[in-house]
């Protein structure tokens, strides 16, 4: 259970810092201007939480050494890209209205912080597990 909160926890902070950022990034962009009615905002907070939830739970697929890395990547990115998709599209990160080449350009910006993200974290982990194995090593 700790693990499970933990995961949560991280994820849910790592898209919360990424949704600021993104903010702030689109209110430079629209010299200030960047005003959501209707509880945009709110709607935006809610939806970010969402998609932590959708990376960081289905992330503990990693602990199961029975899968492939393969097919550990592919539960877990496919899981939490499919919530960060349609939680984009329902709090209006996709711009509909402004045609299929505005849409495209949202999703596959999304997907590649998404895959950025992930690649991040399999390096990091990837460099971990190295110095523990030299550490045994040694022992």
Known sequence: MKKILSSVFASISLAAIIFCIACVIFDIYSNGEFVRGGYGITKMVIGTMFIGLGFGVPALIYDNENLTLGMRTLFHM??????????AFMV???????????????IIGQLLVAFSIWFI?????????????ERIKKL
């Open 121 to 133: 974290f399999y390096l990091h982990n990837r460099r971990l597990a190295k110095k523990m194995n």
């Open 92 to 106: 209006g990160w996709i711009p509909v209205k402004n045609g299929l080449w505005a849409m495209m350009s949202a």
């Open 78 to 87: 496919g899981i939490g890209c499919t919530v960060l998709l349609i939680t």
